[in-house]
């Protein structure tokens, strides 16, 4: 023992000793890191010095210490390895000493006993020869153990059995005794071989009854045998048995026991013990890890003398004969096994399950192989030999083709598992109520989960692979009903809390407000009837509600960690009704239906509801693929149906499913509405593969200018961006007309952040005069194509434009005649306004993004329009504007038809910047007072400018002769209404005014049939 504990002594030590060195490593460290830190602010200070380092010497130092340290330890650990290898083999070594020594000493003794025998029985005369003792004496040595060895042979000596050693030998020969028994047995049976001379004979009877065997069979006891076949093996190297009568039935047994299981190898376990006790006496058998030890310190082991080599071999031929059937039955069974995986595998990718035969048959293989392989390696040791290693089969082909599938389920390949980072959060952030919630308010609950029913999940696997089956078992009843004992002593006050808070379950629309649900639910009404009713309230969902069922299924998941048996029910009772509604198969309640497959789907994408029992729905919708199952099946598809195509455990199956149900579509003549519907669901899940435009790149310079100005600009910032702005190189021509480009294209920015762009441009026009004009001509000529065109795509970006302008007035970039001429622009320009003849013009009746766009601009600076000229300008425009708005609203049947978010646009503007302005009953009413200014205008311009009007009636005359469409304002009208202080605030030009005549006249004498056409303004080039 001293040898052994000095090692370990000085070990441990050495470990207790390295870790104390570790925090004074660790401070060298530190002061190498403090000494590198100030010898780096002297770099810094002054020139370096070359030839001072101490910090790296100090680091090779440490570095070649922990080297060493290393080194020894590796040592220390090798030597302790080689010292208990020397120990392990000098023990085995001394033991098989004893042990030959042992059996020396009784073999001598036992085949001296003949000699020894007293011939005189009258030895025996003293002795007990009553029938009561030697009767009790047999039955205690049928049940012989090592703990009744000393009190038997006590007993034996007291004893004559000379007329009962027949008895004797049968009751030991029938024992079943346990390996630790053997030593103390053949003590027993020497002891009584040395007293009794013809107890040989009657034992090795017995053992010629029970260990003869014929070839064909079997061994009905093999954990006995294995104990009798060491034992007679023992009794026969003691002497009990001379070898001349031992041997041949020993021989026999081994022959017997390899030639009828070459092929089922059920008698391995008893030969491989042979080979392991009784080897190295008939067969001279070593073990190959005592041989190498042996061979490695250059001992030497004790020879058995039992046998000589010669006699040997003929048992170690048949041991060795046994072992290379094992070894060939070993690699027959790894070759099956190989294949078996590869054909499951394969299955597994192709068809995305494998069936149960394919799984039982390789279990049952690889249990098979995993029980030989250990016979073979604990024969091969006992043995002496190595162990066969298991060869690499080729199938490089087949490795190729399954990773070919693999990578089709990758999840690079899948893609993301979710759209977008917040559905991601919806569906696996959750509140950890365990964590929030007392342990105390759901301990019961907790445990009270009832097991998953995994009848549906074996039943996916006994798909046939041609056809799908149809499902016929019984529909579970799931019992939700309360109890009458426990309805009764439920406190009235209790259900009404809970009834309470069952009802305002549908108004938890958002994630924090079913979060907050769960927690109260866990909190307040965790008990069993409570959980049942909750399941019952959340099954019970309206048909129509299904937004709900995404939020329920978030609640559901949340619950489950503090009480199972709620997603277990819920998911039992939708399962229940989706068979119910699959077996009836009729063709009502279509919206039940749908609630169900959507309920299934929002609560697999929680992993509240198998994705094996899904995908097993889906298969029975496919069977039946007709009608309402169609319309099913393509919900659960739109529900969860990405989820499980971009999960690498169900991306197979989902697949497969997926083609079958196009493959159907394309075998059935089905209606145009069920077409659409099975193609939607199909791209929804699998969207084709689209190749994506190359990204063009821009210079590092515009991607700046990009930055500053649609990412960086805002309130704060705005004079910093400027500065920023003002340092480019404007003279160069490119860099100036990017910088132009990227303030004029507002679109691209938040539509709050245009202001800053109006404030920008303000600032900036005072170096750079012409980047105003520019801009301003780009503005309005963008608003003039919007018109032209009429884009709807264009909606926003002419949204974007029309507020920009009136931002660019408020920094007064722009003058309010600017403005009015765009108004009027908007409500003038391809206008017709006649019920008839407007949808063949620039502006259709039901086009309401005209008014939308006046709205804005008045919003933006209409309330600085409140003095002076603008104001009665405004005030002129207003009446226009609301003789185009009860245009639009008149081509309408009724009032109610009418878009009631542009009135309310509509008259919200105009409240306010004209709070105290009545506002105009009807399109007639607004056309007599459009009628009435012109004519008051007309009068005063008269009066004022005769010799003008006598130039522009004639002009306005032909042009209604010759049908002229509208045009834009004229500046030269403008300036002469300016002169006029009796109409200051009418801007409208005079082919305006007979327009607006024309129109308003044409609305008051309709029933006369007297017909009006318009007159175009005249075009004003604005850029």
Not at 123 to 145: P, R
Not at 161 to 180: D, P, R
Not at 566 to 585: G, I, S, T, Y
């Amino acid at each position: 023992m001293s040898e052994k504990t000095g090692p370990y002594k000085s070990y441990r030590r050495d470990r207790q000793e390295k870790k104390k060195s570790v925090p004074d490593k660790q401070e060298g460290k530190d002061t190498t890191k403090m000494v590198e830190g100030k010898h780096e602010n002297k770099e810094a200070e002054s020139e370096p010095r070359k030839t001072e380092e101490p910090s790296e010497e100090q680091i090779d130092e440490g570095k070649l210490s922990e080297s060493k340290d290393h080194v020894i330890n590796i040592e220390e650990r090798e030597l302790e390895k080689e010292n208990l290898a020397r120990d392990s083999i000098e023990n085995y070594i001394a033991e098989s000493r004893a042990k030959m020594e042992w059996k020396e000493n009784i073999r001598k003794a036992n085949l001296e006993a003949s000699a020894n025998r007293s011939d005189d029985d009258k030895q025996f005369y003293k002795l007990d020869s009553s029938l009561k003792k030697n009767t009790a004496f047999v039955k205690k040595c049928k049940t012989f153990s090592d703990g009744q060895k000393a009190s038997l042979t006590k007993e034996m000596g007291g004893l004559n059995l000379t007329k009962y050693i027949g008895e004797v030998a049968s009751a030991l020969v029938e024992t079943k005794l346990k390996m630790s028994d053997i030593t103390a047995m053949v003590d027993f049976c020497s002891a009584l071989h040395q007293k009794y001379t013809e107890f040989s004979t009657f034992l090795m009877e017995n053992w010629t009854k029970i260990l003869s065997m014929k070839k064909d069979e079997k061994v009905s006891n093999p954990s006995k045998m294995r104990v009798d076949l060491r034992l007679y093996s023992e009794l026969v190297s003691v002497g009990v048995f001379t070898l001349k009568s031992g041997l041949p039935l020993l021989g026999n047994v081994l022959t017997t026991l390899v030639a009828q299981d070459k092929e089922s190898l059920t008698n391995s376990a008893i030969i491989i013990s042979f080979c392991k006790h009784c080897g190295e006496d008939y067969a001279g058998l070593v073990p190959t890890t005592i041989a190498k030890l042996v061979s490695r310190f250059s001992l030497t082991l004790p020879i058995p003398t039992l046998l000589s080599p010669d006699k040997q071999r003929p048992v170690r031929n048949i041991l060795t004969d046994y072992h290379t059937c094992l070894v060939a039955s070993l690699l027959n069974v790894h070759k099956e096994l190989a294949l078996a995986e590869r054909a499951n595998r394969r299955q597994l990718m192709t068809r995305g399950e494998v069936s149960a035969e394919r799984k039982e048959k390789a279990e049952k293989l690889s249990e098979e192989f995993a029980k030989l392989k250990g016979h073979a390696e604990q024969m091969a040791e006992s043995m002496g030999e190595e162990m066969l290693e298991m060869p690499k089969l080729e199938t490089e082909k087949d490795e190729e083709d399954e990773q070919e599938l693999a990578n089709d389920v990758a999840p690079d390949t899948l893609g993301q598992l979710w759209d977008d980072e917040d559905t991601k959060a919806f569906y696996e952030n959750l509140p950890d109520l365990v964590a929030i919630i007392p342990s105390i308010l759901y301990k019961d609950s907790k445990g009270e989960g009832e097991p998953v029913n995994k009848k549906d999940t074996e039943d996916l696997d006994n798909e046939n692979e041609d056809e799908i089956q149809i499902d016929e078992e019984p529909v579970e009843e799931v019992n939700l009903e309360e109890d009458e004992d426990m309805a009764e002593a439920i406190n009235m006050s209790t259900r009404m809390v809970l009834d309470a808070f069952l009802s305002q379950l549908p108004n938890c629309v958002n994630r924090e407000m079913i979060d907050s649900a769960a927690a109260e639910f866990c909190m307040n009404h965790n008990t069993k009837s409570n959980r049942k009713r909750l399941v019952k309230a959340l099954f019970s969902v309206q048909r129509t509600r299904t937004d709900l069922l995404s939020f329920y299924s978030r609640l559901v998941a949340a619950l489950q960690p503090c009480m199972p048996d709620v997603p277990n029910q819920l998911a039992a009772l939708l399962k229940q009704d989706f068979r119910w509604h699959v077996r009836k198969k009729d063709q009502i309640n279509i919206e039940s239906k749908l609630k169900v497959c959507r309920f299934i789907g929002e609560l697999t994408k929680f992993s509240m509801f198998s994705k094996a029992d899904v995908l097993f729905c889906v298969k029975q919708l496919l069977f039946d693929f007709s009608h309402h199952h169609i319309e099913m099946a393509c919900t659960i598809f739109e529900s969860c149906g990405a989820f499980l195509y971009r999960s690498p455990d169900s991306h197979r199956r989902t697949k497969i499913y997926l083609e079958q149900m196009l493959r159907r579509k394309a075998a059935m003549s089905l209606d145009s509405r069920y077409t659409t519907m099975i193609e939607n669901a199909f791209y929804m899940v699998a969207p084709p593969d689209s190749q994506q435009e190359a990204r063009r790149e821009r210079p590092p310079l515009h991607q700046y200018i990009r930055k500053l100005v649609y990412a960086d600009l805002n309130k704060t910032n705005t004079e910093k961006i400027l500065r920023q702005i003002r340092k480019f190189n404007w003279d160069d021509p490119e860099v100036a007309a990017y910088v132009v480009k990227c303030l004029k294209n507002v679109w691209n920015l938040k539509y709050f952040n245009i202001r800053y762009v109006a404030s920008l441009l303000a600032g900036l026009v005072q170096y750079h005069d012409w980047v105003g004009q520019e801009i301003i001509d780009s503005v309005l000529e963008d608003i003039r194509l919007g018109m032209e065109a009429n884009n709807p795509k264009q909606n926003q970006r002419r949204t974007a434009m029309v507020k920009f302008l009136g931002e660019m007035y408020n920094y007064r970039l722009v003058e309010s005649a600017l403005i009015f001429k765009v108004l009027y622009s908007l409500i003038t320009f391809g206008v017709i306004m006649d019920p008839e003849t407007a949808w063949n013009s620039l502006d259709h009746p039901d086009q309401m993004v005209r008014l939308r766009l006046v709205c804005v601009l008045l919003d933006t600076c209409g309330q600085y329009f409140s003095s002076g000229t603008s104001k009665k300008k405004l005030d002129y425009y207003l009446l226009y504007f609301q003789r185009y708005y009860l245009f639009k609203k008149s081509c309408y049947p009724s009032d109610t038809s009418f878009p009631l978010g542009i009135s309310n646009i509509v008259l919200e503007t105009i409240s306010i910047i004209r709070p105290k302005m009545k506002m105009l009953e009807d399109f007639e009413t607004a056309c007599k007072a459009v009628l009435k200014i012109e004519e008051e205008f007309i009068a005063i311009l008269r009066e004022k400018m005769p010799e003008f009007m006598q130039q522009v009636v004639p002009q306005d005359q032909e042009d209604e002769g010759e049908g002229a469409g509208l045009g834009t304002i004229s500046e030269g009208m403008e300036e002469e209404e300016e002169l006029s202080q009796a109409s200051e605030g009418n801007s409208q030009s005079q082919p305006s005014i007979s327009r607006s005549r024309s129109v308003s006249q044409a609305a008051m004498f309709e029933t006369e049939g007297v017909e009006f056409e318009g007159v175009e303004f005249e075009e004003e080039e604005w850029d």
